[in-house]
Structures are given as C-alpha cells and as structure tokens.
C-alpha cells in the first residue's frame, strides 16, 4: 500500500508542476505580446508577421537551492539576452567587491558581475545601471571598499549610476572622495546641495559629455525642501538622461523615495524633496516628450513607490531597489510584477547577488506600448571572472586592505581567548566533534583565498587577541557566547552553579555567518549539516 500511496503523490506532484509551468509560461507570453494585437487562430497567413516564441523560463528556485545547476555567464546571456535592447541593472553591492571563497559556490563579486556584463553587451545594446547603495558604512573601512567598487564597476562598463541614501548620508567631504574614484556619470533627481558645502569631484562635466541630460527641477519650485534653504540649494546631479537606441528614446530618471514624508529629508550634507512633490513640478514643464519610453530607477519600499507611480503611467519600466522582506521575498524576485498602470516592475535587492535584465522590443509605433521581458540573474562565482576586475583586487585593493587592517581588526577583537583544549577536560565528546568539523580551519580558509586581511572576514573566521596582535580559527566560544575565564575556574567546583554559555543550534543563529551569498546551499541543508556539529 505504501509504494501505492508514493505513486499516486508523485504523479499528483508531477500533474502540479506541469500546470504550475503552463500558468508561468502564459504569463510571460502575455507581458511579451502587451501592446501587440492577438494573432487570430489558424495558419499564418502569407505576409502576416511571424510571432515570435514564448521567452524562456528562469528557474530562479532552483538556481536560489543550488547554484551550481546554473550554466556559465556565457550561456546565461544567450538565454536571456534577447530583446531589441537590454537594461541590466543593480542595487546594494554595499561593499562586496569580491566572494570571500568560504564556500565552493558564492552570489555576487565584481568579477563575476563584470564577465556577465561583458557577454550581455557582446550580444545586444545595452545600458547597465546601479540604483545605489554601494557603501555598506560610513567608516573609512567602507569608503575604501566603495571607492575600489567604482572602479571595479567602470572597468565592468556601467553607464549611470543613482545616489541612495547610503551615499547621501555621508559628510560631503566622504561623498566627494568616492565619487572622484571613477568616471561614472552619477545622477539623483530629488537631491539638492548648499553649495557652501559641496564641492563636486574635478572634471565631472566630462562625465555627461556624450549623454542627453534631463533638466532638473529649481528649488523655489519644491516647498518641502523649505523657503529658508531652497535658496542656498542646488541639484546635486542631474536628475537622468536619455539612451538613444535603434532610433528610440529611452528615458532614465533616478528617484529616491527612501523616508517618504511630507517635509522631506535632511542629510548632513543634502537635502531630498519628496518624490510626488518633485515628480508634479518636472511633469508641469512638459519634458515626457523627451522620450519614447520612461525608465524610473528608484530606491525605497515598492509599496511607497506604489503610491506615487500609480499617477505616471509614463513609466513603462520600474527599476527598484527595494529592501523590505516582501520585496525581496524569493517569488517576488522569480517573476517581475506588473502594475495597474502597465508597467513592468523589477526589484533587483540583493547584496549584488543578482543581475535584473530586462529585454525591451519596440513596437513598429512609437505610440504603442514596448514589449518588455525581466528577469534576475544569478551572479555566481564559478563564472569565469572578468580578468581586469580581479587584477584590480588581486593588487591594488588587497594591498590597501593590508595597510587599514591593523586599525580594523581592533573592532573584531575578543574579550576572552578560551581555546578548545582548555574546554576538552570537560567537555570531551564536544571537543571531538569540533576537531572534526571545518571550524578549525577556518583561518586556513582565509590564508589559501587571500583573504586574511580583509577585516570583514574576521568577524566569521577569526578569533582575534588584539593584546598579542594574534589570529586563532574559530573556537568554542565563537558559538558558545557569553563564556568567560569564571566559567573554567567554576567549574573545578560546584558544577551546578557554573556559568552558562548561549549555544543556540538554530538557522537563524548560524545564518549570521552563513549568509545566502556566501553559503548558498546552507538554508536547504541545515538539517544535514547541523547534524555534524551538534554536541
């Protein structure tokens, strides 16, 4: 009865699966023919415009359990590369210039992102953005790891890049140094700067020289930047571009809906007017007809956004980034939404671990609807790197890394060094089961990737005696918190009063170092591997 039983499930399972694929697959078929007239049933006739087939389907599920199933940057953009042109676009690389190699298969890395560019651009024409977010921190650790991302990402061949609240947060001295680091154009629509304050990088004018700028939007003209200051004020970049492509317009605007309040936002160095507020006054001066198709690249919750797009059906593309749970929830990254007004959304959030593409086809009319096809690829690391990109890391940045790593690694230092054999007297089978598992080498994994300076890895890795400016792989108390030199001298005695560690065998608890970029298989398996370290 039993081997019955099975059957019947995974024919039920199967049956499930084939319907769930034909809704998929009706659903990308629909968003591809938006604008376009049904073709009636029967043979095609003579002459008729041949409809094109049905776009592929990316299995993000699969690809989020086990990355190793996905093909190479190559074949990815074969596959998914396919329109009359290509938007990429990328969002909160927060500092992860590279995979720290932990783990055999790891999302996200500049090397990586910069080899699926390169094949994407060899194959259709293609404008690569980043919304922003590219600093993971306002110390000068993370505007290091800033300014050598830029550089990573002008070598990888993007074309504009939008200013988050990340960024614009910083003092403006900080913000400056990281913009001078490249010469990628930088826009921001709703951003404005006392010009006793900010002083722009030098030669930043080079920098638009080839693009059609948008105008931006007088001061005066938004209250809720405030009277007093919107005299002081000027943008701080524009606020987008047009990309002129296959004799088409496309339009780009960079908004920031981050905060949204009626009285805006103050930054120690700008000032950010509302996006509705901004968005009326620039439709006011009539600059739709700038283009044939209107991209926003905005950064905020896609529900805020909602509640302001919803009144500019202009839009046909929204590019978001977008760091709330329900926004970068796995479904939500599997297919783009789409709308009341029409347009394609795509929330491309993910600590650089995915790549959005979005396929845009024109119609024969200017005045019809694109057709458009989104995905988010995966940027995995077994993809051959993008080889100028990996020397810029391989050399200059790990030199750098080296020089700040003292100053660094005091934030990482331990309060207590309790090493492993001093818990064996007690706690034997524990001690066993420990030596038998990859922790203790986990300074070993740092030296053969490189990475032993790189002060963000010590947190994971290392256990650090700043006293003796000594590393020692991960030990007992890296898990078992809340131990000290009490616990060993208790112990010798009345064991029932004994200090306590906090030793939690739970995924939350082990996620915060094994990550979904770095540890990609480690959510699916944690059973399995729980079972390996439990004592």
């Not at 760091?323 to 990254?333: D, N």
Request: aromatic letters at 10%; proline letters at 6%; a positive charge.
């Amino acid at each position: 009865m039993k081997k019955i039983r099975c059957g019947v499930s995974a024919i039920a399972v199967g049956a499930m699966l084939v319907l769930l694929a034909g809704f998929i697959l009706a659903g990308c078929q629909q968003m591809r023919s938006r604008g376009e007239p049904g073709a009636k049933a029967g043979a095609r006739k003579e002459g008729e415009k041949q409809s094109k087939p049905a776009p592929p389907e990316l299995k993000l599920r699969v690809i989020l359990a086990d990355p190793t199933q996905t093909h190479d940057a190559k074949s990815l953009a074969t596959k998914y590369a396919f329109g009359d042109a290509v938007i990429l676009a990328s969002y909160q690389t927060a500092g992860n210039i590279e995979n720290c190699g932990c783990s055999p298969v790891q999302l996200g890395g500049m090397p990586p992102r910069g080899a699926l560019i390169a094949e994407v651009r060899k194959r259709q024409p293609t404008l690569t953005l980043d919304l922003g977010a590219i600093i993971g921190g306002n110390g000068s650790f993370h505007i290091l790891k800033a300014r050598y991302v830029l550089q990573a990402m002008q070598l990888a061949g993007y074309d504009a890049m939008g200013l988050g609240v990340a960024e614009l947060a910083l003092q403006p001295d900080k913000l400056q140094e990281i913009l001078g680091a490249s010469q990628i154009p930088y826009y921001s629509a709703n951003a404005y700067v006392d010009l006793k304050r900010w002083h722009p990088p030098a030669g930043v004018e080079e920098r638009y020289r080839d693009w059609k700028i948008l105008p931006s939007v007088e001061p005066a003209n938004l209250p809720s930047l405030g009277r007093d200051e919107a005299s002081t004020l000027r943008p701080l970049a524009p606020p987008g571009f047009v990309w002129e492509v296959k004799d088409r317009r496309v339009g780009v605007v960079f908004l920031n809906f981050t905060g949204l309040s009626e009285a805006g936002l103050q930054f120690p160095g700008c000032f950010l007017a509302t996006p509705a507020e901004w968005l009326e006054a620039w439709g006011k001066q009539e600059h739709w007809d700038l283009a044939d198709t209107w991209v926003l690249a905005a950064e905020g919750y896609s529900a805020q956004i909602a509640t302001v797009i919803k009144d500019y059906p202009q839009f046909s593309l929204i590019l978001t980034g977008d760091s709330h749970p329900s926004g970068r929830s796995e479904e939500r990254m599997l297919q783009p939404v789409m709308t009341e007004t029409g347009a394609t959304w795509l929330n491309t959030y993910n600590l650089g671990g995915y790549l959005g593409l979005v396929n845009i086809d024109f119609p024969a009319k200017r005045d019809e609807r694109n057709s458009l096809v989104a995905y988010n690829l995966p940027v995995v690391s077994t993809f051959y790197p993008d080889q100028t990109i990996k020397e810029l890391i391989r050399g200059p940045y790990h030199d750098a890394l080296k020089q700040v790593f003292p100053e660094q690694s005091f934030e990482y230092r331990a309060a207590v060094i309790i090493e492993p054999e001093d818990c064996r007297q007690c706690h034997r089978r524990a001690y066993d089961i420990f030596k038998q598992s990859r922790h203790p080498h986990s300074l070993e994994t740092l030296e053969e990737k490189g990475q032993k300076y790189n002060a963000e890895c010590l947190g994971c890795h290392v256990v650090y005696d700043y006293g003796e400016d000594k590393m020692y792989p991960l030990q007992c108390i890296s898990c078992h918190t809340g131990i000290s030199y009490r616990h060993i001298g208790e112990a010798q005695g009345r064991r029932k009063f004994t200090q306590k560690g906090d030793a939690r065998f739970t995924y939350e608890f082990c996620a915060k170092c094994h990550t979904p970029q770095r540890s990609t298989r480690f959510k699916r398996h944690f059973a399995e591997y729980v079972k390996k370290v439990r004592h």
